[in-house]
């Protein structure tokens, strides 16, 4: 089993800046691939970001590009993303998952990810 257990978000004006932070326990954290998910009242799941277990392959969707950044620290067993920017359209409950993986591969769909975190809140205002 790993734990996930997020941290970070809030409420910001549009424009700001938030850190999300994920910290895991439980089994070896380079062992997996990990994604930060989000979830829109009345939305479905979508990827935002997501990083291969070695931290040399990112994925992002479209709309964060050049905005968010995902990273990794294996030693301390924690997965971040970095929101700049910020727009109302960002508001969702954010949710960090691992899941088994290659080791170059950042894996872009919900279903390969078997843990997941509790959720954080994210509220953009304009």
Not at 10 to 31: H, W
Not at 54 to 67: A, I, L
Not at 87 to 108: L, Q, S
């Amino acid at each position: 089993q790993v734990q996930l257990v997020e941290s970070g978000g809030g409420l910001v004006q549009a424009g700001g800046s938030l850190r999300l932070s994920c910290a895991t326990s439980g089994r070896t954290f380079s062992n997996y691939a990990m994604g930060w998910f989000r979830q829109a009242p009345e939305k479905e799941r979508e990827v935002v970001a997501a990083i291969s277990r070695s931290g040399g392959s990112r994925f992002y969707k479209d709309s964060v590009k050049g905005r968010f950044t995902i990273s990794r620290d294996n030693a301390k067993d924690t997965v971040y993303l970095q929101m700049n920017s910020l727009k109302p359209e960002d508001t969702a409950v954010y949710y960090c998952a691992a899941g088994p993986g290659p080791y170059t591969v950042a894996i872009n769909y919900a279903s390969a990810y078997n843990y997941w975190g509790q959720g954080t809140q994210v509220t953009v205002s304009s």
